[in-house]
């Protein structure tokens, strides 16, 4: 492990370890509890991979009534316990404590209700993303939001990280899809929270469950809203000879009124190391490259791909291919889809950056992220969706050079403090987790982070539900319940009264 | 008569909660006053008035985002967006008229407070889904921000959104930035003369799952159609089943021939065209056939398709006029006399599948007596309890304003 530290396991727990694993075999019959380290190695990272834990034990269990029982347990033996999806979290959301309770939620994997009337959804939260798509294709409906790991994530912890993809500049992140949840809180308590019906009622805590990192409840069932297939879509593949020519064409399709069905953008080094990996007939000379993808009505989609390209042209772009065929529209995703790895290939070592800016601050921070790049003596590929300032610079690295790991890691942090310097925020969709803990007060005061806080004193008093992520500093629920005000002197006399 | 106190910026705005809690005296959070007959009344001796709290910050149209702060007039913000050709997509309701005041009034920060959403709500969400990021300050008296300007954020737990339909019992606002949308060019509403009842649902929900994009189905039923008529909206007398069409002029026009494919057979249809069709769907939305009487108004929000069984449930017990929005899922009851029928129409709600019932137009002591607001299931009251006292400790924003 590098720089960040993770809270020092309590060596009491520890002590009790054969005490509690036998308690919760009572809970969780079978196979649903592991403790011998060769299997457990297979949970002691994310996709986070630099940072690696083993955790106390890791159980499974296969009912509500199990995670209730877990839950409960581990609250009254003070117990930490680690939600976990399909482990696929980039920002080490899903990382073991060495001192706590791996909670893998996969053998929540039934598709439990399909409603197309009201055009909704009942999953259990160990469906993968695609799955939800799958189960009602044949019916014309898909689930919008599509994070690039969509055919491995969870949709537990989609919630959990109010995960995106390229659909959601037009059709909204995961927050905006789910419409009702079944949650256990850490007492053992079960809740629902909204269901089929739009609103749901009373404090949006249905908000406040997505993007919570695991901290405030384990999510047991999800109530997912659906959509009906657009019926057409096509895109178009837009080069130009800078970024900032590229960005400018982004802000001046919206400005036009035009929400695309997707718009992303890739820098030089990323259409290279795509185009070399899938031949997507990507312009290898342009600076950078723009997918526009329309969807809607026929009509409605040639009349607006019309009006993109008039855009395209008035901004210097040096090609322009708009697809003919559905086979075409997705090659031209097809390079997009794999920068990942792509990158990869051109480099032993990357991370993945996650860090949001406003559209028109782009050409600056472009500017100013080759200075850091300079400074860092690292390279750094970009891949942005571009409709909604999201970046994701592919920090490049060897991490069998010494030092350029640390290295890769400042790199990542300043071009974060960046996003937030020009009014942007430290994470788009890969969430704060640990990777990005210790930079929160980059972005908030301290009573802007003791008022989060206290919103997770509210779920989890004993603060026992995935420790060491998304905040800096522990602060005690006691601690941060006090209050500092001077009583009786009589107070603004300036505020206007009447 | 209670201490109205008015601040100018944010740190009066601290000043006041602060001395409040510490002081023990609960504090009255009003905008412009536009929802004062909505809700439960507040137990409070002292005002706490925003409206001097007001004007857009940052207004940037290719940006699509508006940052104001609280008190500013909701129609100051509207008249910006007009100007730019943009709007609010999730198309507050105004509850003015139906609750026997001016329409146009009420401030972003009521809105916010409110989680205010019109007949739009049901393609591009409510408020909730379009706030961005927050300035407010805690009942403790400790000013915070939270979310930022930015569409895409997950850094921090979502407390704009959590905020959202809060009343004002958790923080007060004083900042608030929004993502606001362009305007569509054109819009018609495709109507369906004839079908009522489970055959209108089920038109409602073919057009709903069909491709053609309708941004608002609406069911009225023939009394409430021959009101909206009378008021001088293209309707006649008869069941009226209005499905909105918005977007650029040509796929309005297709969206509009392909809704007459699909639905064509069921019954008659008329088109209505732009300024037409954008009155009559404000008329739906603000609630305009109940506008004037003095009946009691419940809005009760149920699955889609529920909409129509649930009324048929609750008139065995209640006689009531209704009419739907949201394609069924959002139901505007109103029952004359004095008696809500409060447990009725929960109960009706509860035999259909679930949903919740709000009280919005009745007199103080009958909005005292009842729950306004859906009573809540034990763990999940107590876990609201939980919160509202990290927020607000000694109780001092807007008591008793969602539950007793
Ligand atoms: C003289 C007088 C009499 C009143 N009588 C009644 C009464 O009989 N019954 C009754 O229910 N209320 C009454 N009120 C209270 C007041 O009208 C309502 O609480 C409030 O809804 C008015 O705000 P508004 O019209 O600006 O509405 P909105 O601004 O639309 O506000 C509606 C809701 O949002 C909250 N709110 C507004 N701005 C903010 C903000 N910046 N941050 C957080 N929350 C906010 C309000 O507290 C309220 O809950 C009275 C107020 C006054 C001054
Ligand atoms: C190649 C690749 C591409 C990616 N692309 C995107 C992208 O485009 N957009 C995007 O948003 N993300 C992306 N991600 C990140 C990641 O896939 C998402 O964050 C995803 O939502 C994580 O889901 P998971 O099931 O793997 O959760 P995990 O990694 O297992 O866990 C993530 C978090 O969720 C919590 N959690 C999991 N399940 C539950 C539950 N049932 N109840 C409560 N908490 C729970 C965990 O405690 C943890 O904090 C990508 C990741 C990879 C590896």
Redesign the pocket.
Known sequence: MTGIAMPKPDGDVLARRAEIVRALRALVPGEGVIDAEVEMRAYETDALTAYRQLPLVVVLPETVEQVAAVLRYCHENEVKVVPRGAGTSLSGGALPVGDGVLLSMMKFNQVLDIDPDNRAVVVQPGVTNLGITRAVEHLGFYYAPDPSSQIACSIGGNIAENSGGVHCLKYGLTTNNVLGLEMVLVTGEVIRLGGKHLDSEGYDLLALMTGSEGLLGVVTEVTVRILQKPETARAALIGFPTSEDGGQCVADIIGAGIIPGGMEMMDELAINAAEDFVDAGYPREAGALLIVELDGPEAEVDHLLGEVEAIARRNKATSLRVSTSEEERLTFWAGRKAAFPAVGRISPDYLCMDGTIPRKALPDVLTRMRALGEKHGLRCANVFHAGDGNLHPLILYDANQPGQLEAAEAFGADILTLCVEFGGVLTGEHGVGIEKRDLMPEMFTEDDLKQQQRVKCAFDPKQLLNPGKVFPVLHRCAELGRMHVHKGQLPFPDIPRF | MPD?FKPRTAEETRDAVQWASAEVQPL???????????????QAGH?L??SALSGIELYEPAELVLTAL??TPLAEIEAALEAHDQELAFDPIDYGPLLGRPAG???V???V??NLAGSKRLKHGAARDHILGIE?VSGRGEIFKSGGRVVKNVTGYDLPRALTGS??TL????KITLKVQPRAQTEATFVLTGPAGAEATAAMTAAMGSSAEVSAAAHLPAGIAARLADDGHPLADGPATLLRLEGFGPSVDYRFEALKTLLGGRGGVVRVDGDASRALWRAVRDVRPFVGADTLVWRVSVAPTAGATFLADLAETVAHEAYCDWSGGLVWVSIAGADPCANAVRDSVARVGGGHATLIRAP?PV?TSVPVFQPQAEPLAALSARLKAQFDPHGVL?PG?MGS
């Open positions: 109205t009255e959070v009003v905008g412009t006053g536009s929802k004062r007959a909505l809700g439960r009344p507040v005002v008035d925003l609280a008190g009034e009420g401030t920060g009521g809105l407070a409110c407010a009343w004002g923080a007060v606002a004083t103080a909005r807007n304003r």
